[in-house]
């Protein structure tokens, strides 16, 4: 494997932007037959026949159409996309945080599956899988050369089905099979813990179906654990997004009834909407408030939110109203910049349309796509700097993304030299060492930096603020 291919497989401690989704399951169409373009549709059904008559072998009709309509989609911009039986079932399983396999949250340490932490009661819990397991094989395939899509792909897989992983425990120094039988797994996108006496902390890592009621729930044993929380640390950092209702929610938990939350603004009258903090604007229709049983004092707890590159759409909505509403300070690394939504329209029973359909804005008024939410203090991913941020991809670096609509954005040369010049750092450094930078402590552990500094800033210490951070200004197209 060329250096190139290993620094990528380092850089899976990032997360790639999610869909900012609200559901309609409706079909819909909006164009009336005579508004359609004749003569360009001519051509296409033009093309479609030569295929068919001409083409080197024959040609699925299903397929052409399929790829007619996905590739006219992607063409919008890098969040828009078609629907097939396949990609709409894993979709639903995204939003719903609903799936069948074993049961464990993962991520990936030198080529190998690492197991950050069993789901509690799932099959992989049971087995007696722990933190800091990592899987060798599945079945019998190596797990060493493999993506972490792909090894999903393989854990997952029917219900009442088996599985073998083989497992390396580094404090046991040895390996063993485990046999597991799949079933369907709830995934929890909602951690917390008290971290010492008086100071929580609280990760959201995605906005789910369930994302409230588990947030709602983990609130609710912090504080029963510790009734006198004096600081409370919520965790965004990789949040990809999700639903937009879900980010509404937990928003409201920590802001005053009926302030504005988000404003979205698009082409039709559905996408024009404002969003406060209160039931309404987030509950499901006939759903009972999972925050009304939350204490009093969440609403006035200090309150620390981190975020980095890899915090985007949702994420970053609740970031930038908690923000513009001065309720808690922001510290990390300026966000993703995932300010659009998309709607999800359902095309057929298996089929569908995932379109955006508006931007959002702050409760300031600021569109923060393709720029991100500037952190009111910045901070370092180490003690010894930032080892991956400058490769990162963000929303500004995606062909095709949309504009903020407050100012057309160029190119950011600078920072595109800064990753190529931390892409060379990084392969050097593997050539001369042979072996893969440490990977970054888990969110939530001793070791992990970002969140000492944020208990420090709660408590009046220090911090280690990063001398070399800066924020990203959007650039003017120049004529």
């Not at 004749?38 to 008559?53: D, H, P, R």
């Not at 083409?55 to 911009?77: F, Q």
């Not at 050097?428 to 930096?449: H, M, Q, V, W, Y």
């Amino acid at each position: 494997m060329g250096s190139k291919l290993k620094v990528a497989g380092w850089l899976a401690v990032g997360a790639v932007a999610g869909a900012l989704a609200t559901m309609q399951l409706q079909a819909i169409a909006r164009s009336s037959v005579s508004q359609l373009p004749l003569e360009e549709l001519q051509q296409l059904a033009a093309v479609f026949g030569m295929i068919k008559t001409d083409y080197v072998e024959p040609v699925d009709e299903k397929k052409l159409i399929t790829d007619a309509i996905s590739g006219m989609v992607s063409g919008l911009d890098p969040h828009s996309q078609y629907f097939d039986k396949k990609t709409f079932k894993e979709f639903r399983e995204g939003t719903t945080g609903r799936f069948v396999g074993v049961g464990i949250e993962i991520g990936m340490e030198d080529g190998l599956v690492k197991v950050v932490s069993p789901i509690e009661g799932s099959p992989a819990f049971r087995a007696g899988i722990k933190s800091g397991d990592l899987i060798t094989k599945i079945d019998d395939t190596v797990v060493k050369g493999l993506t972490m899509d792909q090894a999903v792909k393989r854990m997952r897989g029917e219900p009442n089905t088996k599985v073998v992983l083989t497992i390396f425990r580094k404090a046991e120094t040895r390996s063993f099979p485990v046999t597991i039988v799949r079933e369907e797994i709830r995934q929890q996108s909602v951690r917390g813990k008290v971290v010492e006496p008086g100071y929580a902390w609280l990760r959201v890592s995605q906005f789910q179906d369930r994302t409230v009621e588990d947030f709602a729930r983990k609130l609710d044993e912090i504080y029963k654990q510790e009734p006198n929380l004096k600081g409370l640390v919520l965790d965004l950092r990789n949040d990809p997004g999700g639903l937009l209702e879900a980010s509404v929610a937990v928003s409201a938990a920590f802001l005053p009834s009926d302030v504005v939350v988000v404003s979205t603004n698009g082409q039709i009258a559905d996408s024009k909407s404002t969003f406060k903090a209160s039931p309404e604007y987030y509950l499901r229709r006939g759903g009972s408030d999972p925050l009304r049983k939350l204490p009093d004092a969440i609403k006035k707890v200090p309150l620390i939110v981190l975020v980095n590159e890899g915090s985007a759409s949702a994420s970053e909505i609740v970031a930038g109203a908690l923000q513009d509403h001065k309720r808690a300070t922001i510290m990390g690394a300026q966000t993703f910049g995932k300010g659009s939504v998309q709607t999800v329209r359902q095309l057929s029973p298996e089929t569908a349309l995932k379109i955006t359909t508006a931007r959002y804005y702050t409760p300031s008024g600021a569109s923060i796509q393709a720029k991100g939410i500037v952190p009111d203090v910045m901070l370092d991913e180490t003690a010894e700097g930032n080892l991956f941020a400058a490769l990162r991809v963000r929303e500004a670096d995606l062909e095709k993304h949309l504009q903020s609509g407050q100012g057309a954005e160029a190119k950011d040369e600078a920072r595109e030299k800064a990753r190529e010049e931390a892409r060379k750092k990084l392969e050097d450094d593997a050539n001369k060492r042979a072996t893969a930078p440490r990977p970054l402590p888990e969110f939530g552990s001793a070791e992990d930096f970002q969140l000492a500094q944020a208990l420090n800033r709660l408590k009046g210490k220090p911090v280690l603020v990063s001398k070399t951070a800066v924020e990203r200004k959007a650039e003017t197209t120049a004529n």
